[in-house]
């Protein structure tokens, strides 16, 4: 079975610095999908970024982009220029591509970004 | 835009009594999903549905029923609660597969306590 884990439950930043939150996962799949999502003080869960195993470049969305080591199935999410809107859980996510509609989730870490 | 809306946001139950928790998504969105998320864990999925009429248990689906008259609708039903479904739920949805898109859209979450 897949399995997500966040070993960092908590970390805090200062106001436009660089934080990296990890992530390693186990699976004997060779493709499959991995994402980053945000959970807010409300609540509502946003996805941040997602990669495909199969495709060798690191996404980027903006602020946020990741560093993949499929070797290391190792998948860390880095944050530039933290923001204070940038607090919130963050969760890692797994997806097989067996076409389970299964999602596994880490446990999440709680980042705060501090003025 | 309403997106995913669920109610209620927040609930008591006494051990035994049985409830709906209520979600519907204006997104048009085939796929459909419940998951709840205890302190200091990931999500896990309860059940989900790929359209209406069809539903498909997930990893945790015991003591939780589901329907899915319509393709906006999916509401969760709790019989005999007990403690052990203290948590916060999560309804999403996603247009296709996660497998096709990876995102799912998030409802803000009901919290439920049984006492």
């Known amino acids: 079975a897949q399995t997500v884990t966040q070993s960092q439950p908590e970390m805090s930043v200062q106001e436009a610095e660089t934080v990296t939150l990890s992530c390693t996962y186990d699976?004997?799949?060779?493709?499959?999908?991995l994402f980053w999502y945000k959970q807010p003080p409300s609540r509502q869960m946003i996805l941040v970024i997602r990669?495909?195993?199969?495709?060798?470049q690191n996404a980027t969305e903006n602020r946020f982009s990741v560093n993949f080591q499929k070797a290391a199935k190792s998948f860390s999410l880095k944050i530039s220029d933290s923001q204070l809107g940038d607090t919130a859980m963050y969760f890692c996510?797994?997806?097989?591509?067996?076409?389970?509609?299964?999602?596994?989730f880490g446990k999440g870490m709680k980042l705060t970004v501090n003025p | 835009n309403a997106g995913v809306t669920q109610t209620p946001k927040f609930r008591i139950l006494k051990i035994g009594q049985s409830m709906t928790l209520q979600c519907t998504q204006d997104?048009?969105?085939?796929?459909m999903y419940w998951y709840r998320q205890d302190p200091g864990m990931g999500l896990k999925l309860i059940y989900y549905?790929?359209?209406?009429?069809?539903?498909d248990k997930g990893e945790v689906p015991n003591g939780y029923n589901v329907s899915r008259s319509t393709t906006e609708d999916f509401p969760l039903r709790l019989e005999l609660a007990a403690p052990s479904q203290t948590s916060v739920y999560f309804c999403?949805?996603?247009?296709?597969?996660?497998?096709?898109?990876?995102?799912?859209?998030f409802g803000e979450g009901s919290r439920l306590t049984v006492l």
């Open positions: 999403a949805s996603s247009p296709s597969g996660v497998s096709d898109t990876g995102e799912l859209f």
């Open positions: 699976t004997s799949e060779n493709n499959y999908y």
């Open positions: 990669q495909e195993a199969y495709k060798q």
């Open positions: 996510a797994f997806q097989g591509q067996g076409g389970s509609e299964k999602l596994v």
């Open positions: 997104m048009n969105h085939n796929y």
């Open positions: 549905s790929v359209g209406a009429g069809i539903t």
